[in-house]
C-alpha cells in the first residue's frame, strides 16, 4: 500500500530510503502499540466476568449477551470507516478512534448497573471496529507486496501482545482495586498512545507500489463487487471469521472457563490465560517467516498464505475436537492453548492476502468489509457461550470449544481451496 490509497498522488520527493525506512518501523511500532491497547481493552470484561456477574446478579447469558453488545455497531463501524479509509489520511482516523476508545470507557469506570455498561461497550464496539483494518492499511503502506508479511504479523502480534501484558496486570487491579478501575487503566493507556500518535505518527510513504499500480492497473477503479466476489475473498473471509469466533471466546469465556470448568484458580488462571495468546504469537512470527521465506522464492501466495494459513485452523481445529477425548486439567488446558492458539492466527494472512487481491484505490473499503463481516462472530459466540453455559452448566465451556474445533475445520477448508490471490488479481473487470 502507498500513500496513494488515501490521498491524491503527491508531487514532492518521497524521504530518502534510510529515513523512510526508520520511519516505517517508528510506524509500525506505534501500530503494535495501538493493537495492544485495543485487545487490552477487549479483555477487561472476559478478565472480569466473575466480579462484574456477582457485582450486577447476571446469569452466564446475560453476561453473554453484554459481551456481544460490544460488538453491535462494530461491524458496522468496520465496514463504514474501511470505506472511508480510501479517502481519508488513516493517520487521522486512528487518532480519533485512540479518543473515542478512553472516552467510552468513563461511563462505566464511573457506576451505573447493566445499561451503561452495556451502552459504553456499544460506544467502545464502534471506535473499536475499523482498528484492526486501518491499522493493517496503515503499516502496509510503507512496505510493497514481498516485504508485508513481518509488518503485517507485527501488528496483528500486538493483540496478542496486549493480552499477554494486560492480563496479569488488569488480574490484580481488578482483585485489589476492582473491576472499574481496570476500565480507568485502559482509558489512560488509549489516551497516552493518543498523544505519542499525533506526534510521531505518519501515513506511508513507500512509493514502489504506486509505481506499479500506475504501470499496471486500468485506468477505471474495479466495482468494490468485483473484488468482494472472487473466490479468495470470499474464502480469506470465511477463514477468518472462523478465527475470529476462537479470538471472541478466548476474551471473553476463556478465563470463566479455566476457573469454572478446569478447577484453575483466579490467579492461576490469570497466568493460564496468556498460553493460547503466547501460541498465537509464535506462530504469527512463525508464518510470517515462512510465507515470506516461500514468496521470496517465487512460490504463490496460494500456497505461501492459503495453505500456510489453512494448515494453522486444521491444526487449531484438531486440537480443539481432542479436548474432550482427554481427562485432566493440565491436558485440557494445553490443548485449548494450542486449539485458541493456532486457530486466532490466521489475521495476518487474511490482511496481506486481500490487500495483495486488492488494488491500492480499493484496498481499505475491501479489508474493512471483510472486517465488518468477519467481527461478527464476536456478536454471535459470547451470546452462544453463555447459552450454552446456562443450559449446560460447566459442561457448556467444553461444548462450546468443540463448536469452536468444527468452525475451524470449515475455516480450514475454505483456505485451502478458495484463496489464489494472483487467479482472481488476473480476472478482468467487470
Not at 450486577?56 to 453473554?64: E, I, K, P, Q, Y
Request: hydrophobic share 55%; proline share 5%.
Amino acid at each position: 500500500m502507498t500513500a496513494a490509497d488515501t490521498a491524491p498522488i503527491q508531487t514532492e520527493p518521497p524521504t530518502t530510503g534510510r529515513s523512510s525506512g526508520a520511519r516505517a518501523w517508528i510506524v509500525t511500532g506505534l501500530l503494535v502499540a495501538f493493537m495492544m491497547v485495543n485487545f487490552a481493552d477487549k479483555s477487561v470484561l472476559g478478565l472480569a466476568a466473575d466480579e462484574i456477574r456477582a457485582d450486577m446478579g447476571l446469569s452466564a447469558t446475560d453476561f453473554g449477551l453484554a459481551n456481544s453488545a460490544f460488538f453491535l455497531l462494530f461491524s458496522v463501524s468496520a465496514g463504514a470507516v474501511g470505506l472511508l479509509a480510501d479517502r481519508v489520511r488513516p493517520k487521522w482516523l486512528l487518532l480519533a478512534m485512540a479518543l473515542l476508545w478512553s472516552v467510552a470507557q468513563t461511563p462505566a469506570a464511573l457506576g451505573g448497573g447493566l445499561a451503561v455498561l452495556i451502552g459504553s461497550r456499544v460506544l467502545l464496539g464502534a471506535a473499536e471496529g475499523p482498528a484492526f483494518p486501518v491499522a493493517q492499511q496503515a503499516a502496509l503502506s510503507w512496505f510493497p507486496n514481498h516485504r508485508r508479511n513481518l509488518p503485517g504479523a507485527l501488528v496483528t502480534l500486538g493483540v496478542t501482545l496486549g493480552v499477554i501484558t494486560a492480563a496479569p496486570g488488569l488480574t490484580w487491579v481488578i482483585h485489589h482495586h476492582g473491576w472499574r478501575a481496570a476500565l480507568w487503566v485502559v482509558a489512560a493507556a488509549g489516551a497516552l498512545w493518543a498523544l505519542l500518535w499525533a506526534v510521531f505518527g505518519a501515513d506511508g510513504t513507500y512509493r514502489t507500489d504506486t509505481a506499479e499500480t500506475l504501470s499496471s492497473e486500468p485506468a477505471v477503479k474495479p466495482a468494490y463487487r468485483r473484488i468482494l466476489g472472487t473466490r479468495t475473498w470470499i474464502g480469506t473471509t470465511a477463514a477468518y471469521f472462523t478465527s475470529y469466533w476462537a479470538v471472541a471466546l478466548m476474551l471473553v469465556w476463556l478465563p470463566s472457563y479455566l476457573r469454572n470448568g478446569l478447577g484453575h484458580s483466579s490467579d492461576a488462571a490469570g497466568r493460564l490465560i496468556v498460553l493460547p495468546w503466547v501460541v498465537g504469537a509464535l506462530a504469527l512470527l512463525g508464518q510470517a517467516a515462512l510465507t515470506g521465506w516461500l514468496m521470496r522464492r517465487g512460490v504463490s501466495s496460494r500456497w505461501a498464505r492459503g495453505r500456510v494459513g489453512g494448515s494453522l485452523l486444521l491444526i487449531g481445529a484438531v486440537a480443539c475436537l481432542a479436548v474432550p477425548l482427554v481427562d485432566g486439567a493440565a491436558a485440557k488446558t494445553a490443548l485449548l492453548a494450542v486449539g485458541f492458539g493456532l486457530g486466532g492466527s490466521f489475521a495476518t494472512v487474511a490482511a496481506t492476502t486481500v490487500a495483495e487481491l486488492a488494488p491500492p484505490a480499493r484496498r481499505g473499503g475491501a479489508l474493512g468489509t471483510m472486517n465488518a463481516t468477519v467481527t461478527t462472530a464476536g456478536l454471535i459466540a459470547p451470546a452462544v457461550v453463555g447459552s450454552l453455559v446456562d443450559s449446560h452448566g460447566t459442561a457448556g465451556y467444553q461444548t462450546a470449544v468443540v463448536l469452536s474445533g468444527g468452525l475451524l475445520l470449515l475455516g480450514a477448508l475454505a483456505a485451502f481451496t478458495l484463496i489464489d490471490p494472483a487467479r482472481d488479481a488476473l480476472r478482468p473487470s467487470v
